[in-house]
């Protein structure tokens, strides 16, 4: 132990103590605490707060042409990639998707004046609760 590091100790149940080692070791609490800091959770009383996913994308380069060209300088040996972009699955045709009823989530969401993203988050949260 540093100058730089201290010991953090809590006074727990047996059994939940060893439940609780299984998971939470100096790498998960460090990474809980980089979560708290960008405001991606919130520990309570209650347990962990999810304030939001980050989904956005910042860089991606969806040129198909010049992916092809990097592709044939790198590997010459490569004759031909298919470029059909039809055969692309996306989930307009997913089951999943078209099996889910969410007439009655976005009757409440709009209803209520509820962005559908925060409502779903909080979902999910109550789910993991």
Do not use: H
């Amino acid at each position: 132990m540093t100058e730089n590091t201290k010991v953090l100790s809590i006074r727990l149940e047996n059994r939940d103590k060893e439940e609780l080692s299984k998971y939470l070791n100096r790498e998960s609490a460090e990474s809980l605490l980089r979560q708290i800091q960008r405001g991606e959770i919130v520990l309570t009383r209650k347990g962990v707060e999810l304030k939001g996913v980050y989904t956005t994308s910042k860089s991606v380069n969806t040129d198909i042409e010049a992916v092809l060209e990097k592709i044939k300088a790198e590997s010459p040996v490569i004759t031909g990639v298919n470029t059909n972009l039809e055969s692309v699955n996306t989930c307009e045709d997913c089951p999943y998707m078209n099996d889910l009823n969410m007439d009655g989530f976005n009757e409440v969401c709009e209803y209520k004046g509820i962005d559908k993203q925060k409502a779903l988050d909080k979902c999910v949260q109550m789910l993991w609760r």
